[in-house]
């Protein structure tokens, strides 16, 4: 089971880091992955880490500004957002799959968080 957290009201420029927990199973198996859902709009592809994270990925949007991390010991998966822009503004979901290597499509992912709004405000 993820839970997504950390989600929240900010301004363009401003930083924000979000979490996704993970509970019940041997999280340092799985990758993990974040997606976003904008009103509107399908999901999309953020940031994806390996399951000892040393390889990490990221959707054309947010490259060089986010960041996604892990920490195998506290079955904790992290996304640093630097930078924020008004489109930006979604709801943020972290999943997982067990598998190696780097995983960007969401229909990979067999689990999912409930997700976490983000909004950015100009």
């Known amino acids: 089971q993820l839970q997504a957290s950390g989600g929240g009201l900010v301004q363009a420029g401003d930083s924000l880091s979000l979490s996704c927990a993970a509970s019940?199973?041997?999280?340092?198996?799985?990758?993990v992955g974040w997606f976003r859902q904008a009103p509107g709009k399908e999901r999309e592809f953020v940031a994806t880490?390996?399951?000892?994270?040393?390889?990490?990925t990221y959707g054309g949007p947010v490259k060089g500004r986010f960041s996604i991390s892990r920490d195998n010991a506290k079955n904790t998966a992290y996304l640093q957002m630097n930078d924020m822009k008004p489109e930006d503004t979604a709801v943020y979901y972290c999943?997982?799959?067990?598998?190696?290597?780097?995983?960007?499509?969401?229909?990979?992912?067999?689990?999912w968080g409930q997700g976490t709004l983000v909004t950015v405000s100009s």
């Open positions: 999943a997982a799959v067990p598998t190696f290597g780097l995983v960007t499509d969401a229909s990979k992912y067999g689990s």
């Open positions: 019940g199973r041997a999280f340092s198996s799985y990758v």
């Open positions: 880490i390996s399951r000892a994270g040393g390889m990490t």
